[in-house]
């Protein structure tokens, strides 16, 4: 069974740079793409940014600009750097699996989470 776990978050000053990184283990027959939600207190979860395997990105109107998403294909991994983050930045960072599995179903996985707070 495939999942997916998230690293890299913490607390940081406003203006700063964090790094988060989810890494995908199992087996899977194929994976469309990768990305990144948030959710912070009150508020419904909103995109951040997506990868696909071909490299297509589509980012969060709050991601514009500021925020970039990669990801090494051969280790299933996705990365999202952060810059000049700001107070509204503070959530529950989650990332995102899409992909088949071998018997050609439709899966998608979500991380646990990680909080990524920034103080102003």
């Known amino acids: 069974q495939v999942q997916v776990v998230e690293s890299g978050g913490g607390l940081v000053q406003a203006g700063e740079s964090l790094r988060l990184s989810c890494a995908a283990s199992g087996s899977i027959f194929k994976i469309n793409g990768m990305g990144w939600y948030r959710q912070a207190p009150g508020k419904q979860r909103e995109l951040v940014a997506i990868i696909s395997i071909s490299g297509e990105t589509t980012y969060g109107n709050s991601a514009k600009g500021r925020f970039t998403i990669s990801s090494d294909n051969a280790k299933n991994t996705v990365f999202l750097q952060m810059n000049v983050l700001k107070p509204e930045d503070t959530a529950v960072y989650y990332c995102?699996?899409?992909?088949?599995?071998?018997?050609?179903?439709?899966?998608?996985?979500w991380g646990q989470g990680t909080q990524v707070t920034v103080s102003s």
């Open positions: 995102y699996l899409n992909g088949r599995d071998w018997d050609n179903s439709l899966i998608n996985i």
